[in-house]
């Protein structure tokens, strides 16, 4: 079965600072990979997907993801953290099989400093 | 947004007592799941439907049931609620593919 791996449940980082987080996916075929935000008391909202169209894929609110096949890594970046960024992100994978459900992450909150 | 509805939002209830959750779509989408979220283990699938009472067992199913009788419709039921099982429920809709999922507002669910 596909598992995914959030490395560090909170991260803090400064406003203007450089946002990463991390993701690692456990699949020997081409998965299909996604982040989702979720903002206090709301439900997820995909950030971005990856669809084997490009490796570097960008999503909204200036947000991107690189996926690295000989990593099995799909870390998410954002150059410059806005106050607005402050939120819990999920990385999650699709299984591929014909149920398409997908299996996240257990999250990570980023903080953002003023 | 996506046309995803759930009911109730909140739902206080006691040990031992039958609940149901509602999710109903207007989107049409073939799939439809079931999702717990508690600290530390983000999501986690319940139950899923991949078409008219066409459902199936997701990794934390034991204690729940579903039933999809309509496209729009499918309902979590928690067959005597237990404390373990105070959650917030996220029910999502997909049309299946490399498309995204997309989630409903949640139902946040104490069981006392």
């Known amino acids: 079965a596909q598992s995914v791996t959030q490395l560090g449940s909170h991260v803090s980082v400064s406003e203007g600072a450089l946002v990463l987080l991390r993701c690692n996916y456990s699949?020997?075929?081409?998965?299909?990979l996604f982040w989702y935000v979720q903002y206090p008391n709301q439900g997820l909202q995909l950030l971005l997907k990856y669809t084997s169209a490009a490796t570097l894929v960008k999503g909204i609110n200036g947000f991107e993801a690189e996926f690295k096949k000989s990593e099995t890594s799909f870390h998410l970046t954002k150059p410059s953290a806005h106050m607005s960024d402050a939120a819990e992100y999920f990385c999650a994978v699709s299984e591929g099989d014909s149920s398409y459900k997908l299996i996240f992450g257990s999250g990570t909150r980023l903080l953002v400093r003023p | 947004d996506a046309g995803i509805t759930q009911s109730p939002r909140h739902k206080v209830t006691e040990t031992g007592t039958p609940v149901t959750l509602r999710c109903h779509q207007t989107?049409?989408?073939?799939?439809m799941y079931w999702y717990r979220q508690d600290p530390g283990h983000g999501l986690r699938l319940i139950h899923y439907?991949?078409?008219?009472?066409?459902?199936d067992k997701g990794e934390v199913s034991d204690g729940y049931s579903v039933s999809r009788s309509k496209t729009e419709d499918f309902l979590l039921t928690l067959e005597s609620a237990t404390s373990s099982q105070t959650s917030v429920y996220f029910c999502?809709?997909?049309?299946?593919?490399?498309?995204?999922?997309?989630f409903g507002q949640g139902t946040r669910l104490t069981v006392v």
């Open positions: 699949s020997s075929v081409p998965p299909y």
């Open positions: 989107e049409n989408h073939r799939y």
């Open positions: 439907s991949y078409g008219v009472k066409d459902t």
């Open positions: 999502a809709i997909s049309k299946g593919g490399n498309t995204e999922a997309f």
